[in-house]
């Protein structure tokens, strides 16, 4: 199993917004798959982790990529990824 990994930033001065936002896929030892997100401030050490399980790997990376394209409608910029 390739886990999907994906990178992304939200720069915007004029709401003081400087974040950055993680989701990836990857095994978990009690369900088949996870769909992890973190997500921070680029200027302080907040940061958060949420941990969903999966049934299913395709499930996860559907769930995965919803999630995606709902922050690049916010407005966040895909720095690294794979799917």
Not at 20 to 41: D, F, K, N, R
Not at 51 to 70: C, D, Y
């Amino acid at each position: 199993m390739s886990p999907m990994f994906t990178l992304l930033k939200r720069f915007d001065p004029e709401q003081h917004a400087n974040r950055w936002y993680m989701v990836t896929v990857q095994p978990t030892l009690l369900e088949e798959t996870a769909v992890i997100c973190a997500w921070g401030s680029r200027e302080n050490d907040y940061q958060r982790v949420r941990i969903m399980p999966k049934g299913t790997l395709a499930e996860a990376e559907a769930f995965a990529a919803r999630i995606v394209a709902a922050k690049l409608k916010r407005g966040y910029v895909e720095v690294m990824g794979e799917a």
